[in-house]
């Protein structure tokens, strides 16, 4: 059983930052493309960031210039470092991670990010 654990997510106002962590375990390697999706109500999940294994990243241009994706030191986890919240940026955020062995992506619960004017 694969598990991607998400926290960070909260309420926020504009122009503030927050910091989303993931953890993901189980039977995957030590090493795999990550990322964060993001889904507003009414909307499809889309793109936020993502790195690949050999630290590659790529931004969806809305958010490109605020937020910041990382791997952290443990393995098979990543951050979302967002600053300059605009209250476009709420949504669920979720964590993502793709077995190559598998061919399958695996997903986070979400965690709720909220920016108020």
């Known amino acids: 059983q694969v598990q991607l654990v998400e926290s960070g997510g909260g309420l926020v106002q504009a122009g503030g930052s927050l910091r989303l962590s993931c953890a993901a375990s189980?039977?995957?390697?030590?090493?795999?493309?990550m990322g964060w999706y993001r889904q507003a109500p009414g909307k499809q999940r889309e793109l936020v960031a993502i790195?690949?294994?050999?630290?590659?990243?790529n931004y969806q241009e809305a958010v490109k210039d605020r937020f910041t994706i990382a791997r952290g030191n443990a393995k098979n986890t990543v951050y979302l470092q967002m600053n300059s919240l605009k209250p476009e940026d709420t949504a669920v955020y979720y964590c993502?991670?793709?077995?190559?062995?598998?061919?399958?992506?695996?997903w986070g619960q979400g965690t709720q990010v909220i920016v108020s004017s």
């Open positions: 790195i690949s294994i050999d630290d590659r990243t």
């Open positions: 189980g039977n995957i390697l030590s090493l795999n493309a």
């Open positions: 993502w991670l793709n077995g190559p062995l598998e061919r399958r992506d695996y």
